[in-house]
């Protein structure tokens, strides 16, 4: 643990530090994930994939390369990006839940590369990555990441990503580049999770390709849909509450994952489309400020 | 040598196959990918082992069981997680939900028995028959000969009797065939039923071909069933079986030929490699989209 954190560990306990640093990674890797899925509709099941080639990527950089911090979580996100750049090409012809299939092999083909993968410790798994990852930098990243998602959705290129999810043959034909820019947003999703998870590896000390297997990718599309597609606070909420659920339930010990598995089929029937799913943050300002001018009235 | 792999391959593909077609007929109907598929087949597994270890039931009656008890099981997740979401929400919270029973069921196997492998105990006699150069078990005749008939009386089911032509009509329009008087919530409980009891097959066999049975081990066997599927063409009765023999096949090749270590990504890697040179899988057929 470096200085910055122990001198915030006087005011806030250990553990809850922790799943504050937590969280504020899986924002980020929900964010990018939204970015595809949530926003564009390009049904992602392998965002885990990219957050271990930032992983390792941005470790083995640190480790036996001396990139620095930053240089080393930018390379991997880098590299994820490219990565994702090169999933995003079949994208063209595919669609749907062949699409989830490919991004399903893709991120097990990763997954048994690593296991294999001799500077990355094989099924053993890398340890020793230097910790600079604390609270402020990840906190620091995860709201430059929000400031800029938010500017992006409201941006011409935004709403044209929403043109795409919604109808794909009516955005093409309003002379939307419905390629180019299904590339961009799995480019621009995967260099999320590849920061993601280089902040992961530099906070976590010890990384196995086993903590990137298809569990976790399912974990980060659960946050995405959970709180509802394709909006931002939506993700957010599905992060914090994917993030905290676990540590909440660990007073039921060992049927954790049972009460988990049950909470996700109660919210979805009971919030089919995700908590914020149907809500807009502009039509609840609306709202409460009618409320407002009828008391005056009253 | 490669007639013996050619043999292995087609055994493990007829046991993927069988769980495919539970994920392309529901798929075909619904459009959900039902992530618990797996996990019904790794109930189905256990199921075998029970009547088996406790009941002294041989290993056909066992099967029959056990896909008796996968079938209620199957309606009941349709009932539960399902059928709420129907129609009113996109297909994502159904797969959420789905994700969601997937944990659910896994976790409370791994609580009643434990995490460890189980074994089968000795159901069928350790037999080989010597067919030329190839040596034959007896277990792979029996997993080859149950698939085929059960794929077969599949494709009867659903190319010559009432129900049959029902989920035909429900995969091709729900509501139009809702309109034409068809109840469609009973042909979608049906289908789940028929999906679970092939899959709950598939896991009896599996488990005493392979001699364990865990409570993980439908995530995988999962993965790789609806990567068949998709191989195929999801919704492709014909082509899940295709699908699961070729996926089978590859996987057992690449093991002997290339590498071990590489199991799972060559067989994921194949699947890509299909999907680039026909999107549609092999028996998918293409559809043209409009607005």
Known sequence: ?????????????????????????????????????????????????????????????????????????????????????????????????????????????????????????????????????????????????????????????????????ENEIAAASTGIDTTRLKILAFTAGSFLGGLGGGLYSHYMYYINPQDFGFMKSIELLNMVILGGMGSIPGTILGSFILTLAPEMLRIVAEYRLLFYGALLVILMIFRPNGILGDVRIYDLKKRWGRKEVKTCQS | MFWEQLLNGLTLGSTYALIALGYTMVYGIVQLINFAHGEIYMFGAFAGLILVSFFGFNLIAAMLVAMLFCMLLGILVERIAYRPLRGKSSRLSALISAIGVSIFLSTLMALMAGTNTHRYPEVIAHQTYHLGSLDLSLMQILILAVSALLMIGLQFMVQKTRIGKAMRACSQDLDASYLMGINVNRVISFTFAVGSALAAAGGVMVGVYYNAVWPYMGMMAGLKAFAAAVMGGIGSIPGAMIGGLSLGIMEIMGVAYLSSSYKDAIAFGMLILVLLIRPQGLMGQKISKKV
């Open chain 1, 1 to 165: 643990m470096n200085a910055l954190d122990a001198t915030l560990t006087q005011y806030i306990d250990p553990y809850y530090l922790r799943i504050m640093i937590l969280l504020g990674i899986n924002i980020i890797l929900a964010l990018g994930l939204n970015l595809i899925t949530g926003v564009t509709g390009q049904l992602s099941m392998g965002h885990a994939g990219f957050m271990s080639i930032g992983a390792y990527t941005s470790a083995i950089l640190s480790m036996q390369f001396g990139f620095s911090y930053l240089m080393a979580l930018l390379t991997g996100a880098a590299v994820a990006a490219f990565f994702g750049f090169l999933i995003g090409i079949p994208t063209l012809r595919l669609e749907g839940d062949y699409l989830a299939m490919v991004t399903i092999g893709f991120a097990e083909i990763i997954r048994v590369f690593f296991l294999n993968f001799e500077p990355g410790g094989r099924a053993v798994g890398l340890s020793g990555i230097p910790q600079h990852t604390n609270f402020i930098t990840v906190w620091l990243i995860a709201l430059i990441i929000i400031a800029l998602n938010t500017r992006l959705l409201k941006s011409r290129m935004g709403r044209a990503f929403y043109a795409i999810r």
